[in-house]
């Protein structure tokens, strides 16, 4: 079956990003090698030979990584040789990934540099040049493309990189907001200060966990008998807050009356009752 240019370039940046993690790890190996052979060396009692290091358990190991490196190496270069002879020149284009990167034809341009990053645009793959800088409009390198714009396209929001900023915009402001609100639904609609009429303290209630804590806390004294010989109405104090705290709670959807029964239970369980 044949592939369309935008299936065989999409292939070769994954085989692309593939070989540049694995030259990565090989590198890593090459130098952790070289550094352990030294080491062996500098220890050695005697002068050793030139594969003494390799003969070691250490050594064979360090040795199987670096081959098993390579071998992954050689196997992406099989897999990207059909895909490479079946290239019959299509336009290619890449975006350089740091901030305010232009797209580039390829990636020797004279603006840029042998550090410079690149994305490939496999998307673009055989697109017209002149349809592509209308989409990518000042993105587009004006050495690459002497007819892309300067400014035009960013600032209406018609370039693909205006549109994609706008949208990422767009998501970050959904996601804060997803946040508030679910924040918000931690909140109590109505934050409450209950005052404690025998230690004269007063508490600021202003979540849903410490309107719960509130209530079974409040269950809690009154099952102990904390406010018994104090003079103090406590019943009424109780109830007072439970149905104060019941009513935000309500307005949180969240239906306290069945956990109230079961702090109830719970705390004269504990006194015996």
Not at 8 to 28: C, G, V
Not at 65 to 71: L, M, S
Request: with cysteine; charged share 30%; net charge negative.
């Amino acid at each position: 079956m044949i592939k369309t240019p935008v299936e065989i370039d999409t292939q070769l940046a994954e085989l692309w990003n593939e070989r540049q993690r694995i030259q990565t790890n090989l590198a890593s190996a090459v130098e952790w090698f070289l550094k352990d052979k030294a080491e062996f060396e500098r220890r050695a009692e005697t002068v050793p030979t030139p594969d003494a290091y390799i003969e070691t358990s250490q050594g064979e190991r360090d040795a199987a990584t670096i081959a098993k490196y390579r071998q992954q190496l050689a196997d992406i270069a099989e897999l990207e040789a059909p895909l490479l002879v079946a290239y019959t020149g299509w336009n290619r284009y890449f975006l350089v990934s740091n901030t305010n990167g232009h797209v580039h034809r390829g990636m020797d341009c004279t603006t840029c540099y042998a550090t410079t990053q690149y994305r490939w645009l496999v998307e673009l793959a055989d697109c017209d040049e002149a349809k592509m800088v209308a989409e990518w409009g000042e993105v587009a390198c004006t050495v690459c493309f002497p007819d892309a714009p300067t400014f035009k396209g960013y600032g209406d929001g018609t370039s693909a990189i205006a549109r994609a900023i706008a949208g990422a915009r767009e998501e970050r402001a959904a996601e804060k907001a997803k946040k508030a609100a679910a924040k918000a639904l931690k909140n109590l609609p109505e934050p409450q200060r209950i005052a404690d009429p025998q230690n004269g303290r007063t508490e600021l209630i202003t979540t849903v966990y410490g309107a719960k804590a509130w209530i079974k806390s409040a269950i809690d004294r009154r099952a102990w008998g904390y406010f018994d010989n104090s003079g103090i109405d406590s019943d009424a104090f109780i109830d007072a807050g439970i149905d104060f705290l019941r009513a935000q709670l309500a307005q949180r959807d969240i239906d306290v009356d069945p956990m109230i029964i079961r702090w109830t239970k719970a705390a004269e369980k504990e006194m015996g009752r």
